[in-house]
């Protein structure tokens, strides 16, 4: 069973997306894709102030063995990056909701992440993919 | 199923690509597959992999063309080998299960030749991999590591010796797979490509079964393919896409020097 937290919201991409206190979007990819993906080695991201589109690849995570991209849940500025993140990316593996964080978003239309996955859809959504 | 001439380094990779964008586009179910050969020798690197002005500059003087592979790993030297390309629908399949799906194709396609070709088992992660170039660039592996000079999960063997190596990209639940089986010798040529001089511990087909061409292999990796997928699989009339459509979907973000 994947490790779905009750208090963020998806993509079908697999990552997942955290409403601040401050309005920013911290963004990751969710339990069930880093165990697909297996023991992560690089993270190619943004960087900050660059501009990135909902639902379009804004990055890369490569695993031992793959190479994947990573996409953006919502549209908005790049405001920070986990540094700590880029030159540790086992922490993706190791606390992905947590330290493995990649970054957060200043998103330029608040209701796009009301329009993201609810943890209940997500879950149906990775039933339907197991089931395919 | 799209067994292909040779073609230049910068078509195959733009196809490869274009095969894995038009299964994603057109959310193909069935698996494209494309076995091929190079028009000339060609280092592919990873994706992420760090690519150096000394790099560049051997392959330039070799008369070697580099290019990078949307798929990740490391470097690869091409022109005496077969190359596979798979693209299709993941779905729940985690990475290494792709792999040993894949791999089953090749199994059986090596065992038409009479060698028996066995998954290695993960070793874990092939340890520190981030690089920096002196520019600051980063990426994922240094510009002097070479795919055939480890053996990591999910490589098929034969008598403990590597036979294949592989990379994947995934996008929107679908992958690409690209492998590469050599026929002939070519590791003192690569070590001197990537600048190491060594040679490695992997093997390659001539020196299993002497003589063997590249158009017996892909006949039998055809065989192989059909046999593990069975029905999956036919050759391009009816099923591939036409190869000038898959390679309008490609990228162009391929050639390196």
Redesign the interface.
């Known amino acids: 069973m994947s490790n779905v937290p009750q208090d963020l919201r998806y993509t079908r991409?697999h990552e997942w997306a955290r409403l601040e206190d401050d309005g920013r979007v911290t963004v990751g990819v969710t339990h069930f894709a880093q165990?697909?993906?297996?023991?992560v080695?690089?993270i190619?991201l943004p960087e900050v102030d660059d501009v990135v589109e909902g639902g379009e690849p804004m990055g890369?995570v490569?695993?031992?063995?793959?190479?994947?991209?990573v996409y953006s849940p919502i549209g908005g500025k790049v405001a920070e990056v986990n540094a700590e993140c880029?030159?540790n990316?086992?922490a993706i593996n190791q606390d992905p909701y947590g330290e493995g964080w990649l970054l957060a978003i200043e998103p330029s239309d608040r209701t796009e992440f009301d329009g993201l996955l609810t943890p209940e859809e997500y879950e149906e959504f990775l039933q339907e993919?197991?089931g395919? | 199923m799209v067994v292909s001439p040779a073609r230049s380094g910068a078509d195959n990779m733009s196809l490869d690509a274009g095969m894995l964008n038009a299964a994603v586009e057109c959310r193909r179910r069935l698996p494209l597959l494309r076995l091929y050969g190079w028009a000339g020798p060609t280092l592919s690197v990873g994706s992420n992999q760090v690519v150096d002005a000394a790099l560049r500059a051997r392959c330039r003087q070799a008369g070697v063309e580099l290019v990078r592979r949307p798929t990740g790993g490391s470097a690869v030297l091409h022109g005496a080998d077969l190359t596979y390309a798979v693209a299709a629908p993941y779905a729940e399949m985690a990475v290494m299960d792709a792999y040993r799906w894949v791999a089953r194709g090749l199994i059986a396609g090596l065992e038409q030749v009479g060698l028996r070709a066995q998954v290695v088992r993960h070793r874990g992660s092939a340890g520190p991999l981030l690089s920096r170039t002196p520019q600051g660039s980063r990426g994922a592996y240094e510009a002097n590591r070479g795919c055939f000079s480890e053996t990591v999960g999910a490589d098929l063997q034969v008598g403990g010796r590597k036979i294949c190596g592989s990379a994947q990209k995934r996008r929107r639940g679908w992958f690409l797979q690209h492998g590469s089986i050599p026929l002939q010798d070519e590791r003192a040529r690569i070590g001197e490509l990537l600048g190491t001089g060594s040679r490695d511990d992997s093997t390659w087909l001539g020196a299993l079964r002497p003589g063997i061409t590249p158009g017996e292999l892909q006949h039998y990796l055809v065989r192989g393919f059909q046999n593990a997928w069975g029905d999956y699989v036919q050759l391009e009339e009816g099923d591939a896409l036409p190869l000038s459509e898959i390679k309008r979907k490609g990228s162009a973000k391929v050639v390196l020097a």
């Open positions: 991409e165990e697909q993906l297996g023991d080695v690089f190619d890369e490569e695993s031992t063995k793959s190479v994947s991209d880029s030159e990316p086992v993919e197991a395919e």
